[in-house]
């Protein structure tokens, strides 16, 4: 395993997958690994995972996963399963890659999805616990009028501009995302068996206005889920609580990582 620098790509042989590494390296404290939401990247956390790690003093791992940022390009269209291939298949190899020895995953969106999968699929004693910030559980009616609108606007407006500076394919990275939601029968995802197998200590964040989710996405945690749920509510953010609440949501996160690997 080399040395991980500030920035670059860990290569898992059939992948190259950009990162940001801040503060202490794996073998030296705790690390967040954080995943990002349906259509981010590395680039686009902003200063999130500095005020992580300046609150927590634990080491911060940012990747993009495949087809996002400057990744390697994923392979279309995507199936409807590819948050499980996600968590299962590429996460494991990359927890190892980087030498992770104990820490948190910390996902957004799509990412939360994805680490409420790795806890569920993964027993892997390594990890404290998940923060899982406007996380998905379900499809709701909201989640696909959103995802549309997304997709229109894309192509429609400057948003392909703006998102093409984080992606080296902005149009295959929209496109292949969108498509899963609007092409596919969507009532077919659901992660409440996952949930139910995730064995780790939660703190889910919610916002009251999420445009992608109801407060539903957090009851179906609270009855599937076996393990404690801890549930940060902010009735005033929406789909983003660390740009929207941003004091409350670092506070609340922080303080659980803490608690976490304390115990």
Not at 190 to 195: A, I, Q, R, W
Not at 207 to 214: A, K, P
Request: charged share 20%; aromatic share 8%; with cysteine.
């Amino acid at each position: 395993m080399a040395a991980l620098s500030d920035q670059g790509f860990v290569d898992l042989g059939d992948m190259r997958l950009e990162y940001r590494m801040i503060g202490p390296r794996p073998v030296d404290a705790p690390t967040l690994v954080i995943l990002h939401e349906g259509l981010g990247c590395v680039g686009m956390w902003g200063d999130f995972p500095d005020q992580l790690q300046a609150a927590t003093g634990c080491g911060v791992f940012v990747y993009s996963r495949l087809g996002y940022g400057q990744s390697s390009p994923a392979k279309l269209p995507r199936k409807l399963d590819f948050m499980h291939d996600e968590a299962r298949k590429t996460l494991p190899r990359l927890l190892d890659a980087i030498g992770f020895q104990r820490g948190l995953l910390v996902g957004h969106s799509d990412g939360g999805s994805i680490a409420a999968i790795y806890g569920g699929s993964v027993q892997d004693h390594r990890m404290a616990g998940l923060v899982l910030m406007s996380p998905h559980f379900i499809v709701e009616d909201v989640t696909s009028a959103s995802i549309a609108e997304v997709r229109n606007a894309y192509d429609t407006t400057d948003l392909r501009q703006r998102l093409g500076r984080y992606h080296a394919d902005g149009d295959a990275t929209v496109h292949g995302w969108t498509d899963v939601w609007l092409k596919n029968d969507f009532r077919q995802w659901d992660l409440t068996d996952d949930l139910a197998h995730i064995r780790v200590p939660v703190l889910i964040v919610q916002g009251g206005q999420d445009q992608y989710g109801t407060m539903r996405q957090v009851e179906i945690a609270q009855e599937e889920c076996y393990c404690p749920v801890e549930v940060l509510a902010l009735p005033a953010a929406k789909h983003v609580p660390h740009w929207e609440a941003p004091e409350e949501t670092l506070a609340a996160v922080a303080e659980f990582i803490k608690r976490a690997l304390r115990t």
